[in-house]
């Protein structure tokens, strides 16, 4: 009985996911390197300094033009694109499911709203393909990725945006428009990892993004029972320490950008070193860290979510092939 | 369907842990000794971002004649304050809401509630064991603790 039935991804949705987000974990760990170049000094000499890290940077650009074209292109011209795009669009229901969140987490409300919810169980039917979370999620990233790479082609071609803007200082503000305009999007993407690799009925991850749709048995079965059918899964012993460590991490992670961002608004890598620029706050230098540390388990726990996929595929495949050796005869339990 | 997996063997999580843990901070040694044991911050490249401090944040700040430029930043730097304060919003209810839907779930070591309901996907599986043992608790909503 499988109660995940809904609110799946297909293959390629799956593919597209990993590598968006390797591309957006190199332009974040490389931009928010220049960008708060006092607090992840290590970052950018770990990425080859001021040179090297302008050209990660460029080069992971480059990738997030490509798979923006990508995408666009497929919600465009598939059929099966056309028809997941209206299933992000928003509607009342998902004000609603917001609401509802809040009061199920003060106890004025025994379940979440179906459109809060990353968990089928029996009633699968009312879960959509994606929560409000997830709506809001591709909402606000598509609109921050549309700006972040307009702005950062005009920084890319000094020369073009200068044309717009006569003065190289004009230029310049672009370069600060353009780190804070991804600052949204690094708190978001902190939250994000958050919220799929902690629900106690996924951790440590929500394999929805990696394991695609047909490779996942429909069944609908148990239909008498009106719950969610949460009670049936046991909760891993370590979920209540690590969910608490992340929740921690995940919100110094979010403070500290933020605080970062007020101060860290200049030329992100400068052509001469400028002594004791800087915030040098050893709070905040250690509280943007664990952020970055908070997008490296991100990125671990998507590259775990990947491995979930192929030991899944080497699975149906072994016992495709043991069902197929074993037709008429005894099961080869093994 | 067989659903079965051959039994492997592998090293113990805590081994696993306490190699790594080991092991990242000999990296780290090497790597101190191989710079000179260097703890020097101010080689490295910064950048001085405030108007006072006359980093070249000033300098777009100070020559930039484009008022509209000056309000984008402005609005961007509400709007992330803005959004930062709804995502942490954010963060926290789905804090609390994990808590209590875990508080529904089978504790660990708890044996299942429904000997024909072992629901082996997403959550840990359910051992037939567990199910074996027959704990037929009564309907489970609403059971937060």
Do not use: C
């Not at chain 1, 003065?167 to 902190?190: D, S, Y």
């Not at chain 1, 969610?228 to 460590?245: E, K």
């Amino acid at each position: 009985m499988t109660n995940l039935d809904h609110g799946k991804f297909t293959g390629m949705t799956t593919t597209f996911h990993t590598l968006l987000a390797l591309d957006v974990f190199i332009l974040f760990f490389s931009g928010y390197g220049m960008m708060f170049n006092d607090e992840l000094w290590w970052l950018v000499t770990l990425m080859g300094g001021n040179t090297g890290v302008t050209a990660v940077h460029r080069i992971a650009g480059l990738g997030l033009v490509a798979l923006i074209v990508f995408w666009m292109l497929m919600m465009l011209t598939t059929s099966t694109g056309r028809s997941n795009f209206r299933e992000i669009l928003m509607g009342p229901d998902d004000i609603a499911a917001m609401i509802q969140d809040i009061k199920f987490v003060l106890g004025m409300a025994d379940e979440r709203h179906s459109n809060a919810r990353q968990f089928a169980g029996y009633n699968s039917d009312e879960v959509p393909l994606l929560s409000y979370v997830g709506k809001g999620v591709v909402y606000i990233f598509s609109v921050e990725l549309l700006l972040l790479t307009i702005s950062g082609l005009l920084i890319w071609s000094k020369t073009g945006v200068m044309q717009y803007f006569a003065t190289k200082t004009a230029a310049m503000a672009f370069v600060v428009f353009h780190g804070l305009l991804g600052v949204i999007m690094l708190m978001g993407v902190m939250f994000h990892i958050f919220e799929h690799g902690f629900h106690p009925a996924f951790y440590p991850v929500e394999v929805k993004a990696f394991i695609p749709r047909k490779l996942i048995p429909e069944e609908h079965a148990d239909t008498d029972h009106d719950s969610t059918g949460i009670s049936q899964l046991g909760l891993a012993p370590s979920w209540g320490w690590a969910t608490n460590v992340m929740g921690v991490l995940t919100v110094i992670g979010i403070v500290s950008v933020l605080v970062g961002s007020i101060f860290d608004e200049g030329y992100p890598v400068p052509r001469e070193l400028v002594v004791g620029g800087g915030p040098t706050d050893l709070l905040l230098t250690v509280g943007i860290n664990i952020g970055i540390l908070v997008l490296f388990i991100g990125m671990a726990l998507q590259m775990y979510g990947n491995l979930l996929r192929v030991r899944w595929q080497k699975q149906l495949a072994e016992e495709a092939r043991t069902t197929a050796a074993t037709d008429g005869g005894q099961v080869n339990d093994h | 369907m067989n659903r079965s997996l051959p039994e492997t063997r592998d090293y113990s999580g805590l081994a696993i842990a306490v190699n790594a843990v080991i092991a990242i901070a000999v990296t780290a040694v090497v790597v101190w000794l191989a710079s000179g044991f260097a703890f020097n911050a101010e080689a490295l490249f910064r950048v001085g971002p405030t108007v006072e401090a006359g980093g070249i944040g000033a300098d777009w700040r100070a020559g930039n004649t484009i008022p509209a430029l000056d309000f984008l930043i402005a609005f961007v730097h509400a709007a992330d304050v803005l959004m930062g304060i709804f995502i942490l919003v954010m963060v926290f209810v789905h804090w609390g809401a994990f808590r209590r839907l875990a508080s529904r779930m089978r504790q660990p070591g708890e044996a299942a509630r429904y000997e024909s309901d072992a629901v082996a996907d997403g959550g840990r599986a359910v051992s037939s064991r567990a199910s074996d043992s027959g704990d037929d608790a009564p309907d489970p909503r609403g059971d937060d603790r």
